[in-house]
T-cell receptor, first 114, second 112 residues
Framework: AQSVTQLGSHVSVSEGALVLLRCNYS??????LFWYVQYPNQGLQLLLK??????LVKGINGFEAEFKKSETSFHLTKPSAHMSDAAEYFC????????????FGQGTELSVKP | EADIYQTPRYLVIGTGKKITLECSQT?????MYWYQQDPGMELHLIHY???????EKGDLSSESTVSRIRTEHFPLTLESARPSHTSQYLC???????????FGSGTRLTVV
C-alpha cells in the first residue's frame, strides 16, 4: 500500500534562510505527487504538483520541489523564507489507477523567526 | 468563479444536537471528499463520493453520514453531536487523475 512520510512535524527557520521540508513516499508504481499549504483556520491550497515530465517543479510563492525516483522523495524547498510562509505543509500522493484519491502525510508546521 | 464552499465556518453546539455541515462546489467535479483534521494537523478521510448516489466510508471510522443527491452538494450530518466530534472538517472536490483536490475553507466544530 502506498504511504507518505513527512520527516519532522515542526521546522523552524530564520527569515531569509533556506526552507527544506522533507517528504518520502512508498509506492510500487510511479505516483502523482503534491504539496499543499494550510494557513490558520483555512483549507488546503495547492502549492505545486508533479505528474510527468520535468522532475523539478515550480509552484506558487517561490516554492519548488524535485521528484527523485531513486530516493522516493519529493522534498519542498524555498531559497529564502518570508514571515508569510509560516503555515502547515502537507505532502500527498495519488495513484493514476485509484481515481485520483490522495494519501496525505502527517503535515509539517513551518515557523519563521524574524 | 468556480469554487468550493463550506458553511458554517464556525459552529458551537450542545451535546445531543443534530447538525449538518454543508459543502457545495461549482466546478462540476464528480469526486468529493470529507476530511476530519485533529489538532495535530493530520488529515483523516471519513467519507468520499465518486458521483451522484455514490458514497463510501473513508479510512477513519466516523459516526457521521453523508449524501450525494446532486453533483454539486455533499452535506455531512451528525445525528447526535458529542464532545469527541469537536474538530475541523474539510471538504474537497476533484476531477480525479493528476489534478489534485480543491479544498473548502473548513468548518470548525465545537461540541460542548
Amino acid at each position: 500500500a502506498q504511504s507518505v512520510t513527512q520527516l519532522g512535524s515542526h521546522v523552524s527557520v530564520s527569515e531569509g534562510a533556506l526552507v527544506l521540508l522533507r517528504c518520502n513516499y512508498s509506492s510500487s508504481v510511479p505516483p502523482y505527487l503534491f504539496w499543499y499549504v494550510q494557513y490558520p483556520n483555512q483549507g488546503l491550497q495547492l502549492l505545486l504538483k508533479y505528474t510527468t515530465g520535468a522532475t523539478l517543479v515550480k509552484g506558487i510563492n517561490g516554492f519548488e520541489a524535485e521528484f527523485k525516483k531513486s530516493e522516493t522523495s519529493f522534498h519542498l524547498t524555498k531559497p529564502s523564507a518570508h514571515m508569510s510562509d509560516a503555515a502547515e505543509y502537507f505532502c500527498a500522493v495519488s495513484l493514476y489507477n485509484q481515481g485520483g484519491k490522495l494519501i496525505f502525510g502527517q503535515g509539517t508546521e513551518l515557523s519563521v523567526k524574524p | 468563479e468556480a469554487d468550493i464552499y463550506q458553511t458554517p465556518r464556525y459552529l458551537v453546539i450542545g451535546t445531543g444536537k443534530k447538525i449538518t455541515l454543508e459543502c457545495s462546489q461549482t466546478m462540476g467535479h464528480d469526486k468529493m471528499y470529507w476530511y476530519q483534521q485533529d489538532p495535530g494537523m493530520e488529515l483523516h478521510l471519513i467519507h468520499y463520493s465518486y458521483g451522484v448516489n455514490s458514497t463510501e466510508k473513508g479510512d477513519l471510522s466516523s459516526e457521521s453520514t453523508v449524501s450525494r443527491i446532486r453533483t454539486e452538494h455533499f452535506p455531512l450530518t451528525l445525528e447526535s453531536a458529542r464532545p469527541s466530534h469537536t474538530s475541523q472538517y474539510l471538504c474537497a472536490s476533484s476531477t480525479g487523475g493528476n489534478y489534485g483536490y480543491t479544498f473548502g475553507s473548513g468548518t470548525r466544530l465545537t461540541v460542548v
